[in-house]
């Protein structure tokens, strides 16, 4: 699911900004690597602390307009992505989560 989830906001930020596929992929990437995240086994909650914190001086230093506007709408993005999985998300994981281990 995570794996998708980074596809997914990929997608959201190369159809937000100027960066072609490969380049938007490579800077979400990038960002995770800095923060310590695994995208394969992030979570949504990872990617929005990703997007805020790390993502809008990565776009800003690529030459990206209204960095901080484009995170912060990923991030509400990711939030709502994490959401809708949470709902139905029964795998291992899932389930210790809900259950606050």
Do not use: W, Y
């Not at 699911?1 to 800077?27: N, P, V, Y």
């Not at 990437?29 to 949504?44: I, Q």
């Amino acid at each position: 699911m995570a794996d998708s989830l980074f596809e997914k906001i990929a997608e959201a930020l190369e159809a937000s900004t100027s960066l072609s596929r490969l380049e938007a992929r490579g800077t979400l990437r990038l960002a995770c690597k800095e923060a310590g995240v695994d995208t394969k086994n992030a979570s949504a909650h990872h990617f929005e602390v990703v997007l805020q914190k790390l993502m809008p001086n990565e776009l800003e230093a690529r030459g990206i307009p209204d960095a901080a506007g484009v995170c912060e709408t990923l991030a509400t993005a990711a939030r709502e992505l994490g959401a809708a999985s949470e709902s139905g998300g029964d795998s291992p994981e899932d389930i210790f989560g809900r259950l606050g281990g």
